[in-house]
């Protein structure tokens, strides 16, 4: 089956504590991108990557580390959570990145306290 | 100033109602355009692309005005099972960049 996958689906965690949602699909694609969504804010984008190791900033990349060494994988990296960044988390991937459906994972639902 | 800015609603209509939704973008470079649609918290869907030509998919029809900057998606003959939060999505050339809207609630009433 077609799929975007996330884990963990929820975490609680406490400030500073290092921590990595992974993200992983296997429908081939070249685009992926990582996403926070917030009460009144909407979906705001955090980082994407074109292919492997191509990665770049989007609106909102302040707390946040990513990698691509593999196609198929796009971790989240938050070297040192703040409350701040209690949020729901959705990663996605796209065969391309302008003209194509972005496929998203189920969300990762992050409390830091 | 937001990339894209909707409606929030929340838009309550009757079974077999048609309703409107209405988005708007602030960057003339935007390239392509979208409505998804979220279920309560969950995972974003694609409901439709839109095209400059405008498009219709069954009940649900979307419009793109580039002179005005706006979007819109038209749903007909609205079920129950239409009701959900609509998502306005803009890219931005040269393609790598996602703007959302906040999204527009649609609850269908019996």
């Known amino acids: 089956e077609a799929q975007v996958t996330q884990n963990p689906r929820y975490l609680i965690t406490v400030t500073g504590k290092k921590l990595t949602v992974t993200c992983s699909q296997n429908m081939n694609h070249e685009y992926m991108s990582w996403y926070r969504q917030d009460p009144g804010l909407g979906l705001r984008q955090i980082y994407y990557s074109m292919n492997v190791e191509v990665t770049d900033k989007g609106d909102v990349p302040e707390g946040y580390k990513v990698s691509r060494k593999e196609k198929r994988n796009f971790p989240l990296i938050l070297e040192s959570p703040s409350p701040n960044q209690t949020s729901l988390y959705f990663c996605?991937?796209?065969?391309?990145?302008?003209?194509?459906?972005?496929?998203f994972g189920p969300g990762t639902r992050l409390t830091v306290t | 100033r937001k990339e894209v800015e909707q409606d929030p609603g929340p838009f309550n209509v009757p079974e077999g109602a048609t309703v409107a939704f209405n988005c708007t973008y602030s960057n003339s470079a935007s390239q392509s355009f979208f409505w998804y649609r979220q279920d309560c918290r969950k995972e974003p869907k694609l409901l439709m692309s839109v095209y400059s030509s405008g498009n219709e998919d069954g009940r649900f029809t979307a419009q793109l005005n580039r002179a005005s900057q706006y979007i819109s998606l038209l749903i007909r003959d609205s079920k129950l099972s239409d009701s959900a939060t609509y998502l306005c999505v803009v890219n931005l050339a040269p393609g790598n960049q996602f703007y959302f809207g906040t999204g527009t609630s649609l609850t269908v009433i019996p």
């Open positions: 996605a991937s796209s065969p391309d990145r302008a003209f194509y459906e972005q496929y």
